[in-house]
């Protein structure tokens, strides 16, 4: 249980719907389709309406301050399966990157690497009170193209599983390289912020609208901590 499972989600019943890829640059092809992962009836590519529309809103605050810049889209609806699979993917690649085998790992070494997994990546649960955030349709990972085409960067990759995904993580190093990816981070947190969403704290790129984790960053602004989810699990 993460603490924002504690809210309670009053299911507003919008419809997912496909994001109108043109108006955006997109991460082709998929990352996680690229890796085998399997989508049932939808797409990654599809959200909830209302955070649809304001993704839109997003990329337009986003022209004001850079006319020719786009929000490139990661990764949005994802089915529990995959990110049962991506979960499963990213303990490969932890026990990879560590040079361990899973047959070979003691108790500890098991426990750190699904630490390390489950400090970016939501638990696979099929309750309904405690679902993946985009399971729900409200979450999405982004990031910015600049106006040549190509992907700004923000010092880390999406995904990576360290301490440089902390959106603060280069706020306090004083290279200029450090401060320039600090401030792309804050750009697209700011536009992402004045369309309503939220960011997770622990990701420079997971942004969601209405889901749980949301509210629950919601209420740590609202003083009468009001505020609950609109979206629950798609079924
Ligand atoms: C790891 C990243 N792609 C992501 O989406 N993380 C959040 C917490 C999730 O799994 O919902
Ligand atoms: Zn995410």
């Not at 249980?1 to 504690?6: G, I, K, L, V």
């Not at 997912?16 to 992962?37: M, N, Q, R, T, W």
């Not at 997003?58 to 609806?77: E, K, M, S, T, V």
Request: charged share 20%.
């Amino acid at each position: 249980m993460r603490p924002y499972h504690q809210i309670p989600i009053i299911e507003c019943g919008e419809p997912l719907v496909k994001i109108p890829l043109e108006l955006f640059a997109v991460e082709s092809p998929h990352p996680y389709e690229k890796l085998g992962a399997t989508y049932g009836e939808y797409s990654p590519y599809y959200l909830r309406e209302t955070v649809v529309a304001n993704l839109i809103k997003a990329q337009n605050y986003l022209h004001i301050l850079r006319p020719h810049w786009h929000i490139q889209i990661f990764d949005g609806y994802r089915p529990v399966a995959v990110q049962q699979f991506m979960v499963d993917y990213s303990f490969g690649e932890a026990l990879r990157q560590r040079g361990l085998k899973a047959a070979e790992l003691s108790p500890q070494q098991q426990e750190e690497v699904w630490q390390a997994v489950y400090e970016i990546w939501a638990v696979p649960s099929l309750d309904l009170n405690t679902p993946p955030p985009h399971s729900t349709g409200a979450a999405v990972d982004i990031t910015l193209v600049d106006d040549t085409g190509q992907v700004v960067d923000m010092g880390s990759p999406i995904d990576e599983m360290s301490e440089r995904s902390h959106p603060d993580y280069y706020a306090h190093h004083h290279h200029p390289q450090s401060q320039n990816y600090h401030s792309h981070r804050e750009l697209l947190k700011d536009v992402m912020l004045k369309a309503g969403f939220q960011r997770n704290p622990k990701e420079w790129w997971h942004f969601s609208f209405g889901d749980q984790m949301w509210a629950w960053l919601c209420n740590q602004f609202n003083a009468d901590g009001s505020t609950s989810a609109r979206y629950g699990r798609v079924i």
